[in-house]
């Protein structure tokens, strides 16, 4: 592959996905991945379109925890790697469809997407996106429904009310 830019690369890449050829896509950013290998965006991408377009959440969760080691100060990289762990563990739980199993549990998985969106929250606190913290919370939310586990209220500032 050319050296270019890889958000270049891989905006190019997702106009493929976009227009339905995911397969090509994913192969795309293997490559730039490849020859940019603290590329986290590009490791982002492989992560949650293996996990939510091919199920499979072994090798979707891998490349969900290569992109936070790239970049761990990323709240939408955070963001993204705890929103794939929640929708593994739930569906875990709840299987309707075929999947490569990931080698984590769905307490694990709750755990640590738990885990995530608590540092997304903290790279918010200097960098804030209301939308983005919204997001958050209400993961946060859907988890402690899931696991019976409530978070921390008292670390909650309400972001303003958003239209749905």
């Known amino acids: 592959m050319v050296n270019l830019d890889p958000n270049t690369l891989l905006r190019a890449a997702m106009q493929l996905h976009a227009a339905g050829d995911i397969y090509t896509a994913v192969e795309q950013v293997r490559e730039i991945v490849a020859d940019h290998p603290e590329f986290a965006a590009g490791y982002s991408y492989l992560g949650q379109t293996l996990v939510t377009r091919q199920r499979k959440f072994n090798e979707g969760l891998d490349y969900l925890k290569r992109a936070v080691k790239s970049d761990p100060q990323d709240a939408y990289i955070l963001y993204t790697a705890g929103w794939c762990s929640e929708y593994v563990a739930n569906a875990l739980e709840r299987p309707k469809f075929s999947y490569q199993g990931p080698a984590e549990t769905p307490e694990e998985l709750y755990k640590r997407a738990r885990m995530l969106f608590f540092e997304a929250l903290a790279v918010l606190r200097e960098e804030p996106d209301d939308a983005l913290k919204g997001d958050v ?24 009310p958003r239209i749905r």
């Open 137 to 160: 919370e209400d993961m946060l939310d859907v988890i402690a429904r899931a696991t019976g586990e409530p978070w921390d209220e008292e670390l909650r500032e309400y972001a303003p």
